[in-house]
């Protein structure tokens, strides 16, 4: 074999195409969306080799249009657990021989497939699958997917390159980083393909082997970057997707010797109970696993008096209702000062109300469905409950639907109370609660925002004055793990902001950095000598 020390493509982020009217873009993914409701999919799992499938099919349904029958997938049991385990162990010693740059190559081709051709295919199956419109499908299924596949491979080589940088004479100091001893646990969300793609590869790139189970409602667009990963050329049982419940794999991959770590998106209280079951059987393992995950959030946008409106307005509206606020990231509550509230809440009813919901298929839409029924009854609970509650007004919204698909308007809740249930709790739908501040009180509602929640994933401040920017960046500096100024708080890009937080919503393990990849390596350190010692004596012991 060929020796050398290779570059990596230096990446870039993905263009982000607009789909507007006669784009060729738009044209295509509207085809694609017509092919892909046109049939029913058949989805098996992933095993080693095998392509398996059950007698236990289940459909999968698009949450705008819960009639219609987009495919079905093969659920599995404790015996396909079982199974993928063991093809991911049998897979490992060949995959994390493999040269690094073999690895890279697998993983830069699968994100070329997806800028290439399997864009459509992709945004097509996300936007069916999970209720997103084109543009929420485009900066997630394809170009921030695409973005972790380039700039992974790129943090991996300046891994490997990080060296001890003494080595004295008659001595080489080396450090490899080698992959984790067994195999990964890869549990994804419902809400970004992204983050269902990263999770499992770039633990597999590392030279990893891993056990992915997607969230149910994500399975059919998990199903299409299986595929592409196969079309890159991955190695069958490198990746292991399976479609079981959550409790059984659970229950059979925390008792299991060769656990070597999880990588989790997903709530708060399953990341705490996995930690929490992890630990009761800390003494079956053979090292000790690393638990990454990122979990819920309760984020918020502080406006400042001195705010410019349009600007709040709009990082309020899209920050909060964009993919109907189903973003870990998503604004649910905001603090407004009492001087600009009027303009400001005429300028939210203004936007709000000029909003299309409906299908993907439409996309004049701006808001489609929440996920799937559990979540919408959930969402119309506290809709309901604050129609009943004179601490709580809506200002807009609080209407819902689920007779063709799960549609819920577009909510703004006004509390009177800095308490108010909603202004706490993770509701993770497009209802968003706003406190109202007096204008002198900007130092007591910054300490309002640290402590009401448990969370700190993200948030952001809306302000001309310098000092209150800089005062609410240091106040608020373990209050968010992603932090935006005059901008609305999601929307991070991979190589721009790695993503994450901490307290309740996670490890901070930043995704879409560095950070993130060093957790799924184990350096050893060797050192050699070329001059060895011969003799136990040293000067110090000789006579005078």
């Known amino acids: 074999?060929?020796?050398?020390?290779?570059?990596?493509?230096?990446?870039?982020?993905?263009?982000?195409?607009?789909?507007?009217?006669?784009?060729?873009?738009?044209?295509?993914?509207?085809?694609?969306?017509?092919?892909?409701?046109?049939?029913?999919?058949?989805?098996?799992?992933?095993?080693?080799?095998?392509?398996?499938?059950?007698?236990?099919?289940?459909?999968?349904?698009?949450?705008?249009?819960?009639?219609?029958?987009?495919?079905?997938?093969?659920?599995?049991?404790?015996?396909?657990?079982?199974?993928?385990?063991?093809?991911?162990?049998?897979?490992?010693?060949?995959?994390?021989?493999?040269?690094?740059?073999?690895?890279?190559?697998?993983?830069?081709?699968?994100?070329?497939?997806?800028?290439?051709?399997?864009?459509?295919?992709?945004?097509?199956?996300?936007?069916?699958?999970?209720?997103?419109?084109?543009?929420?499908?485009?900066?997630?299924?394809?170009?921030?997917?695409?973005?972790?596949?380039?700039?992974?491979?790129?943090?991996?080589?300046?891994?490997?390159?990080?060296?001890?940088?003494?080595?004295?004479?008659?001595?080489?100091?080396?450090?490899?980083?080698?992959?984790?001893?067994?195999?990964?646990?890869?549990?994804?969300?419902?809400?970004?393909?992204?983050?269902?793609?990263?999770?499992?590869?770039?633990?597999?790139?590392?030279g990893n082997v891993v056990v992915w189970k997607p969230a149910d409602t994500q399975i059919y667009a998990a199903n299409v970057i299986m595929q592409i990963f196969k079309e890159a050329g991955l190695p069958d049982g490198v990746i292991n997707l399976i479609y079981v419940d959550g409790p059984e794999a659970g229950d059979i991959i925390f008792k299991h010797p060769d656990f070597a770590g999880i990588h989790f998106t997903g709530s708060t209280a399953v990341f705490q109970n996995i930690w929490k079951t992890i630990g009761e059987n800390i003494h079956r393992y053979k090292t000790y696993p690393r638990i990454v995950g990122e979990t819920g959030g309760k984020d918020f946008i502080l406006v400042h008096p001195s705010a410019n409106i349009e600007?709040?307005?709009?990082?309020?509206?899209?920050?909060?209702?964009?993919?109907?606020?189903?973003?870990?990231?998503?604004?649910?509550?905001?603090?407004?000062?009492?001087?600009?509230?009027?303009?400001?809440?005429?300028?939210?009813?203004?936007?709000?109300?000029?909003?299309?919901?409906?299908?993907?298929?439409?996309?004049?839409?701006?808001?489609?469905a929440v996920i799937d029924e559990k979540s919408f009854d959930k969402l119309t609970g506290y809709i309901d409950a604050a129609k009943n509650d004179p601490d709580v007004s809506i200002l807009i919204g609080g209407n819902y639907d689920k007779s063709k698909g799960y549609f819920i308007e577009p909510t703004v809740l006004v509390?009177?109370?800095?308490?108010?249930?909603?202004?706490?709790?993770?509701?993770?739908?497009?209802?968003?609660?706003?406190?109202?501040?007096?204008?002198?009180?900007?130092?007591?509602?910054?300490?309002l925002v640290d402590e009401t929640s448990i969370y700190a994933l993200t948030g952001a401040v809306i302000a001309q004055d310098r000092y209150a920017i800089a005062q609410a960046t240091e106040s608020l500096k373990n209050a968010a793990g992603n932090f935006y100024i005059n901008d609305k708080c999601t929307g991070a890009v991979v190589g721009q902001q790695p993503f994450g937080g901490a307290r309740g919503s996670g490890t901070n393990d930043k995704a879409g950095s560095m950070i993130n990849l060093l957790r799924w390596v184990s350096p050893r350190t060797i050192k050699e000598v070329f001059d060895s010692p011969t003799n136990y004596r040293y000067p110090f012991m000789e006579e005078e």
């Not at 899209?318 to 109907?324: C, I, L, M, V």
């Open 1 to 206: 074999m060929s020796k050398g020390f290779f570059k990596v493509p230096i990446p870039i982020n993905e263009t982000v195409l607009s789909y507007a009217p006669g784009s060729t873009e738009r044209k295509l993914l509207k085809e694609a969306i017509e092919a892909a409701r046109s049939f029913e999919v058949d989805i098996p799992m992933y095993i080693g080799a095998k392509e398996v499938r059950t007698n236990n099919k289940k459909a999968l349904r698009p949450p705008h249009d819960h009639q219609h029958i987009l495919g079905y997938y093969h659920q599995g049991d404790k015996s396909h657990i079982h199974a993928a385990i063991q093809a991911a162990l049998d897979a490992k010693r060949d995959w994390e021989k493999l040269a690094w740059q073999e690895r890279a190559s697998i993983f830069l081709k699968a994100a070329d497939l997806i800028a290439g051709p399997y864009r459509n295919k992709l945004n097509a199956a996300t936007m069916l699958g999970q209720s997103k419109n084109a543009y929420q499908a485009e900066i997630d299924s394809a170009c921030e997917l695409i973005d972790f596949l380039r700039f992974n491979v790129e943090y991996m080589s300046e891994i490997y390159a990080q060296q001890p940088p003494i080595s004295p004479r008659g001595v080489w100091n080396k450090v490899e980083h080698r992959p984790l001893e067994g195999f990964v646990f890869a549990l994804t969300p419902f809400n970004f393909t992204a983050i269902a793609g990263n999770l499992p590869s770039s633990v597999a790139l590392m």
């Open 311 to 368: 600007i709040a307005n709009t990082a309020i509206i899209r920050g909060a209702f964009e993919y109907q606020g189903q973003k870990c990231s998503a604004a649910s509550r905001v603090y407004i000062p009492a001087s600009l509230w009027p303009a400001l809440k005429d300028a939210m009813i203004r936007d709000i109300s000029s909003f299309k919901m409906g299908g993907v298929e439409d996309f004049s839409n701006f808001i489609n």
């Open 415 to 447: 509390a009177s109370k800095p308490n108010y249930i909603t202004l706490c709790d993770e509701l993770f739908g497009p209802v968003l609660t706003i406190f109202v501040y007096e204008d002198d009180q900007f130092e007591e509602t910054l300490k």
